[in-house]
């Protein structure tokens, strides 16, 4: 797709997204694009990504090395540190980095209870789109979620999710998920178009 088009797309998805929505009460006051032209490739592809420990601690900042590939065939490494979040079990956890795109396509997978169920909610999702010049990654963990009414609520104890789940009134929407989303970072701005995406597993030490 060229850039031309791409840029129309951006512009007008948000919009359409909030048009489409079907609650009352959307009204336009304006609109403002601010756009930056540039005569070469920037796009580049996300072919590898590692980190320099594979056990970690809770609260931890490891680093993870991005490896992609231009168009023109230029190898490009970028490095991020990253702090594994604080409170986390011992066990596994997963890494996902991807773009801005491939990051959303995932959440919209988790079905429809991840789909915004009121007019505050929709804005609230789009003041959060993902940008596609940058890289982002999902700490995964395996413990059992839920989302209720399109609010993700992760790494609830077995018990607690059972309970949730099976307590399913009328008044709201609730779905189970087998993992959830302990957290995400939105990496520095890159001076590529980034696509792709990579994951990674890791191990979270027992504490102390």
């Known amino acids: 797709m060229n850039g031309p088009a791409m840029a129309s797309i951006a512009a007008v998805s948000p919009l359409q ?5 079907g609650y009352d009460g959307v009204q336009i006051d304006n609109i403002e694009l601010e756009i930056t032209a540039m005569d070469r490739k920037t796009n580049a592809q996300l072919e590898r990504v590692s980190i320099n420990k594979a056990e970690v601690a809770p609260g931890e900042t490891v680093t993870l090395t991005a490896s992609m590939r231009t168009t023109t065939g230029e190898s490009v490494i970028e490095q991020y540190p990253v702090q ?10 997963q890494l996902v980095v991807g773009d801005g ?8 997978r988790r079905g429809p209870a991840g789909v915004p169920t009121g007019l505050k909610q929709v804005i609230s999702e789009l003041n959060k789109l993902r940008k596609n010049d940058r890289l982002y990654i999902k ?12 609010e993700e609520f992760p790494s609830l104890p077995p018990s607690m999710a059972a309970v949730i789940n099976t307590d399913r009134s009328s008044s709201r929407s609730v779905s189970g998920m087998a993992n959830s989303t302990i957290r995400e970072y939105e990496l520095p701005q890159s001076k590529y178009v980034i696509q792709g995406q990579r994951s990674l597993n890791l191990t979270i030490k027992p504490a102390g």
């Open 101 to 108: 795109t491939t990051v959303t396509g995932i959440d919209i």
């Open 17 to 21: 997204y909030l048009l489409m929505s």
């Open 84 to 93: 594994i979040p604080a409170g986390l079990p011992a066990g596994p956890i």
């Open 139 to 150: 700490v995964v963990s395996f413990q059992p979620g839920v989302v209720i009414s399109g």
